[in-house]
T-cell receptor
Framework: DQQVKQNSPSLSVQEGRISILNCDYT??????FLWYKKYPAEGPTFLIS?????DKNEDGRFTVFLNKSAKHLSLHIVPSQPGDSAVYFC????????????FGKGTTLSVSS | EAGVVQSPRYKIIEKKQPVAFWCNPI?????LYWYLQNLGQGPELLIR????????DSQLPKDRFSAERLKGVDSTLKIQPAELGDSAVYLC?????????????FGPGTRLLVL
């Protein structure tokens, strides 16, 4: 039973437009959420995170929104660039040092110029 | 600052052969993780170390998998004997281990193909 779900396997967006990647979770104990970006043949690279005490966190072109009541988070990329084309993983964990991350299956984002 | 280092990057072996992967975490990171990533899936934890102690190995198939982190720095993950289903990417990650809500940093992974 998947605790973190990314229901869209792929997303295609034009350069300059907004990319919205979605993630749902089932475990109400999760209180820290992260997005990782992965290029082929590389390991996941940390992108942005959000604590459950917040509903929004912004870093440059990347913004993560958290809706605890819906157990839903989303990653917004504005404006999208061709270099953003990668697989994006949503991950969640429980607020303890070193607890394992639970990952979704990933969404492949393709940004066309 | 150097990131998480893993070797080898790629490994092809025949089934029933042994194989070992090595990981050197970011300097000063006390917590080390080994994850397994199958094709089309997200990474899944195999084992977590706090310094040299394995504090979570509940997902490690102990009949064929073993791991060590003898001096609390680098770590080795071993499979003996390898099976066809072990073909996957093995990722190592590390974090400071100093508090809550820490970011885990991943290495490039070792891509294993078992023939």
């Amino acid at each position: 039973d998947q605790q973190v779900k990314q229901n869209s396997p792929s997303l295609s967006v034009q350069e300059g437009r907004i990319s919205i990647l979605n993630c749902d979770y089932t475990n109400s104990m999760f209180d820290y959420f992260l997005w990782y970006k992965k290029y082929p043949a590389e390991g996941p690279t940390f992108l942005i995170s959000i604590s459950s005490i917040k509903d929004k966190n912004e870093d440059g072109r990347f913004t993560v929104f958290l809706n605890k009541s819906a157990k839903h988070l989303s990653l917004h990329i504005v404006p999208s660039q061709p270099g953003d084309s990668a697989v994006y993983f949503c991950a969640a964990t429980i607020n303890q040092a070193g607890t394992a991350l639970i990952f979704g299956k990933g969404t492949t984002l393709s940004v066309s110029s | 600052e150097a990131g998480v280092v893993q070797s080898p990057r790629y490994k092809i072996i025949e089934k029933k052969q042994p194989v070992a992967f090595w990981c050197n975490p970011i300097s000063g990171h006390n917590t080390l993780y080994w994850y397994l990533q199958n094709l089309g899936q997200g990474p899944e934890l195999l084992i977590r170390y706090e310094n040299e102690e394995a504090v979570d190995d509940s997902q490690l198939p102990k009949d064929r998998f073993s791991a060590e982190r003898l001096k609390g720095v680098d770590s080795t993950l071993k499979i003996q004997p390898a099976e066809l289903g072990d073909s996957a990417v093995y990722l190592c990650a590390s974090s400071l281990g100093a508090g809550d809500q820490e970011t885990q940093y991943f290495g490039p992974g070792t891509r294993l193909l078992v023939l």
